[in-house]
């Protein structure tokens, strides 16, 4: 099982960044997708995660609502985050990861984890 996060980069405040993880080596179908960050001298923390197909319930920190989209194309066996409205709070280590159909947006619910995607903004 392997996921490849990509998409960071650096961006002023204000703008937007989509962020892309591939999943192989299993089916995504029924599996809990989701998003974390983890900034300089913090805990790693849930962003947005989106269970499976049958349960379209979708979970954002209340940081980055009505900023951050999360989607999935388990056609693609890929997930992304769009962002917008970036600001400098937002900068940080971000990781995809999948866990179980009915698992909560924490960290140790997931099972797998990708390497993580540098996020800057700049102010």
């Known amino acids: 099982v392997q996921l490849q996060a990509s998409g960071g980069g650096l961006v002023q405040a204000g703008g937007s960044l989509r962020l892309s993880c591939k999943a192989s080596?299993?089916?995504?179908?029924?599996?809990?997708i989701g998003w974390f960050r983890q900034a300089p001298g913090k805990e790693r923390e849930g962003v947005s995660c989106m269970r499976s197909t049958t349960d379209s319930e979708r979970y954002y920190l209340a940081s980055v609502k009505g900023r951050f989209t999360i989607s999935r194309d388990n056609a693609e066996n890929s997930w992304y985050l769009q962002m917008s409205n970036l600001n400098p709070e937002d900068t940080a280590v971000y990781y995809c990861?999948?866990?179980?159909?009915?698992?909560?947006?924490?960290?140790?619910?997931?099972?797998?984890w990708g390497e993580g995607t540098l996020v800057t903004v700049s102010s």
């Open positions: 080596g299993f089916s995504l179908d029924f599996w809990t």
């Open positions: 990861a999948t866990g179980p159909p009915l698992a909560s947006c924490g960290v140790n619910q997931m099972n797998f």
